[in-house]
């Protein structure tokens, strides 16, 4: 079975999603009869399913994950990607002339990087356990937000110059992202 959450706002829609925990929240307009939330449930009753077993899976393989990482060495792990995160920012940085402050290390939750203002790149270390091809494409995105500071076309020509197969990188990033999950 499943868990559902119901919040009522002044929106005009019905939604449901599905929270990482499994939680199905279902978001509705604050007049909306509860039978008819009640039927959209119920219409929606095989997905709902689908998508709660999906999620339970991958919560499994990112408790796995999580298991697996010595947090002994945790200082180790982060020494290790600065030194990668170095080579290849200064890779990239000089090849395509996109000048950077520094690098730093997060534990963010969620985001695998960010560009601040003064050009500082920002890491989540966890990255350190993505294939090499998607932490160039996690440095090249940030990289590029060094010149364009959002995601319009002008960007992603950047981002496709720099790492031609950046689709195949971001692609796995979000169909994998939850077994770099941690909660350390």
């Not at 119901?6 to 929106?11: A, G, H, Q, T, V």
């Not at 909306?32 to 689908?50: A, V």
């Not at 160039?136 to 940030?142: A, K, P, T």
């Amino acid at each position: 079975m499943y868990y559902c959450k119901l919040i009522r706002s002044n929106r005009r829609t019905l939604s449901l999603t599905i929270e990482q925990d499994g939680t199905v929240m279902i978001r509705a307009p604050k007049g909306l009869g509860k039978r008819h939330i009640d039927n959209f449930i119920k219409e929606k009753k095989k997905w709902i399913i689908k998508h709660v077993e999906k999620t339970k899976k991958r919560q499994k393989q990112s408790c796995d994950f999580a298991q697996k990482i010595d947090l002994q060495k945790i200082p180790q792990y982060k020494k290790r990607i600065r030194q990668i995160l170095s080579e290849r920012v200064d890779y990239f940085s000089e090849k395509y002339n996109l000048p950077y402050k520094g690098i730093r290390l997060s534990s963010a939750k969620t985001r695998w990087g960010s560009c601040g203002p003064t050009n500082n790149l920002n890491f989540n270390w966890i990255i350190m356990f993505a294939p090499p091809d998607v932490i160039d494409y996690l440095v090249v995105h940030e990289l590029a937000h060094t010149r364009h500071r959002h995601h319009q076309k002008s960007f992603w020509k950047l981002v496709e110059e720099m790492h031609p197969e950046y689709k195949k990188n971001r692609k796995w990033l979000r169909d994998n992202a939850y077994l770099l999950s941690t909660s350390f």
